[in-house]
């Protein structure tokens, strides 16, 4: 057991946290101008909570820090969470603010749009603080960057602890807290949208993305992952490299899987192979998570056995 914050029971000592976004998530089906809401579900959503069930469902004890409001949506997320096997012990409640909202719209012409509140904030500098012992107790700390302060002061804390940091995204405009940020990061994923801008150009080759990764890696991760898209998943390590088929739309279970496998001490390519393969599952219905259960993994990562080479 380690201590939770202030006016929470202690929290169950867990191999992995994940500190990002907490919210609820309304997945609206047949949406319009001038056509009815039609079929619409709410979720346990929020990057850090995706990130977080799916590190659950591949078995790792796992705790979320982030915000929700003191709220009854905000207690209905901490029980879905914790149903899914995901310690809340570390989740701060906002007093007086509505927990975040996430609408997905799935509009008549098949394009999915996203609208976003988060009235209840961001993490502070005093809550990355408060929650000291988790993050220098847990093997892995998968950060999803966030506004202000916090993504660094996480990070670097993690980091002089000789915690495992996984940072999933972006690390900033700011070019002193970026270096920073890298130097104290293990694992950097980002997808083209966020390698292209990191890069100041777009990833549209192999070449051009394996030398942004190598420039990524001297400033401090060890492992830089690319989504390129159509063109595949990079993975760049240590002077090597494995090029595999491109992840589904599963982006939070790549994360969590890849993550895992690092924690248990797999290697990178282990990792990459594990880290596609989950991105792959398919979700099941709209607005729905991945099954990452062994039997729903096996036959992606034989398909993906067939593909990958030796690294190079």
């Not at 394009?111 to 000291?132: H, I, N, Q, Y």
């Not at 940091?165 to 980002?190: F, I, K, Q």
């Not at 491109?246 to 880290?275: D, E, I, K, N, V």
Request: charged content about 20%; some cysteine; proline content about 8%.
């Amino acid at each position: 057991m380690i201590p939770g914050p202030a006016g929470y029971p202690p929290a169950m000592a867990a191999t992995a946290a994940v500190i990002g976004p907490i919210a609820r998530n309304l997945v609206v089906l047949g949406s319009g101008r001038s056509s009815p809401l039609g079929q619409y579900r709410e979720r346990l959503g929020g990057r850090g909570a995706d990130v977080a069930v799916g590190l659950a469902q591949l078995g790792c004890p796992v705790a979320l820090l982030g915000v929700v409001g003191d709220d009854a949506p905000g207690e209905r997320l901490l029980d879905r969470a914790g149903a899914a096997g995901v310690e809340t012990g570390w989740v701060l409640r906002r007093r007086g603010a509505p927990t975040g909202l996430v609408v997905d719209l799935l509009g008549a012409d098949g394009r999915w749009r996203c609208r976003e509140d988060r009235p209840a904030g961001w993490l502070s500098l005093r809550d990355v603080t408060a929650a000291r012992p988790l993050l220098t107790s847990a093997a892995t700390v998968v950060i999803e960057p966030q506004p202000g302060g916090a993504t660094l002061a996480a990070a670097e804390c993690a980091h002089s602890a000789g915690r495992r940091v996984v940072l999933d995204g972006h690390p900033g405009e700011d070019p002193r807290s970026r270096v920073r940020l890298l130097a104290a990061t293990e694992v950097l994923c980002l997808d083209r949208a966020a390698g292209s801008r990191l890069a100041g150009r777009p990833l549209d080759a192999v070449d051009v993305a394996l030398k942004t990764a190598d420039g990524l890696l001297r400033l401090g991760p060890a492992l830089v992952a690319l989504d390129l898209a159509a063109r595949g998943t990079l993975f760049v390590w240590a002077d090597r490299h494995l090029l595999l088929p491109p992840s589904g739309g599963g982006s939070a279970a790549f994360t969590a899987a890849l993550a895992w496998s690092l924690t248990r001490g797999q290697g990178p390519r282990r990792a990459a192979r594990l880290a596609v393969a989950a991105s792959q599952i398919p979700a099941g219905r709209p607005g729905g998570r991945p099954d990452l259960s062994p039997e729903a993994l096996a036959p992606r990562l034989a398909e993906l056995d067939r593909h990958i080479a030796p690294a190079r």
